[in-house]
């Protein structure tokens, strides 16, 4: 049978995550026998155990190291009397210690350990490129780890020791961490219309991060700006539409002489009979404002006399009912004085005085008889 061949494990870049995690899978999937020879499958130690190449020890049977944690990068067995859990040297430094990253995913990746009782690789992460403040992530016992750091644009220091089976543990990789910054998503890596409400955090978009004249109507939702969002004095009149100020939005007694400008209030706008005498100033209307023939006898009260009228003495007056009061008068033409009660008459002229009786008999005349 032919070799089955392997897949490389591509670097980690932010736009290729769904290749790098094909890849291990197939790997991994190659080593279970899965798929490829099963000639190409890993072997475990287990494996060997059931066929009988490896025996646990005494040791190894009486304590957590029951499942056996070979020396997986070194071979030995109990023929030669070597007893892992009491070799207390201590193991090497890492080597080649190294870190990738993606969006919010760390890999990290070191040399196999070259020492005969390795157990595992302690895993250190910090903020900052101190040992002191870092943090023991977890532990490997292959040679690679995989930190799922749940953030992008971040940088984190790491720092690998390895542990051997007498729980002896050996030196840092070095003073100073190894430094892996988590990758950015740029706009080419999101499709269009993609991000939606429910990943924005509340208040996460500030003014700075919307462009002038981009927000548009159509996202403004109905009744969505209330009056805390609007600066004093921000609305100007080229704000507002002709004619929009409906009378529901002006106040009562909210309009004052200011606002008004001068001689702007024009006759439709005042209604029929809405001018009280309230409204009318005392001696306000002059002739001027009084049509020629307008005052009619509705219009007279009882009595029409001169401001200097004295009964029996000085000025003079009409009464309403007819009677009269003055100083001196002229007439031209005839002047007839009837009486109310018997219907007798006297008429004068400038030539002669007729005196009728009630039944309009002539009965005197005085000057031009002739007439």
Do not use: C
């Not at 061949?5 to 026998?33: H, S």
């Not at 070597?82 to 919010?104: R, V």
């Not at 930190?147 to 051997?164: L, P, Q």
């Amino acid at each position: 049978m032919s070799k089955t061949t392997v897949p490389a494990i591509p670097a980690v870049t932010p736009t290729n995550i769904q290749d790098v995690a094909a890849a291990v899978k197939n790997l991994l999937d190659i080593r279970e026998g899965l798929i490829g020879d099963p000639l190409d499958a890993n072997v475990t130690y287990r494996d060997l155990l059931d066929i009988g190449v490896v025996q646990l020890n005494a040791i190894a049977a009486n304590t957590a190291l029951a499942m056996l944690h070979p020396p997986v990068y070194s071979s030995w067995s109990e023929a030669d009397g070597y007893d892992p859990t009491q070799d207390f040297s201590p193991p090497q430094q890492p080597e080649n210690f190294i870190g990738t990253s993606g969006l919010a995913t760390v890999i990290l990746q070191w040399d196999n350990p070259r020492y005969r009782n390795h157990s595992y690789t302690e895993v250190w992460r910090s903020l900052t490129n101190s040992i002191g403040t870092a943090v023991l992530l977890g532990t490997s016992n292959t040679n690679f780890y995989t930190d799922s750091v749940g953030a992008t644009s971040k940088t984190y220091y790491y720092w690998i020791r390895f542990v051997s089976l007498a729980d002896v543990v050996g030196a840092y990789n070095g003073t100073n961490g190894v430094s892996v910054s988590t990758g950015t998503v740029g706009g080419s890596d999101l499709a269009d219309l993609i991000v939606t409400a429910g990943k924005l955090a509340d208040s996460s978009v500030t003014a700075t991060k919307i462009a002038n004249l981009a927000v548009g109507t159509a996202a403004i939702a109905s009744a969505a700006i209330t009056n805390a969002k609007l600066a004093n004095l921000a609305v100007d009149t080229a704000k507002i539409a002709d004619g929009s100020i409906v009378n529901a939005k002006i106040g009562d007694l909210a309009v004052t002489n200011a606002k008004i400008d001068n001689a702007s209030i024009t006759t439709a706008k005042i209604a029929d009979a809405a001018i009280t005498t309230a409204k009318i100033y005392d001696a306000a209307i002059t002739t001027a404002k009084i049509g020629d023939a307008q005052i009619t006898n509705a219009k007279i009260g009882g009595v029409i006399k001169s401001t200097d009228f004295a009964a029996g003495s000085a000025g003079w007056q009409i009464n309403k009912d007819g009677a009269a009061e003055f100083n001196n008068a002229t007439f031209r033409g005839t002047l007839s004085i009837k009486s109310g009660a018997s219907g007798a008459r006297m008429e004068t002229t400038n030539s002669v005085i007729k005196v009728f009786d009630s039944s309009g008999t002539l009965r005197v005349k005085l000057g031009d008889l002739s007439a």
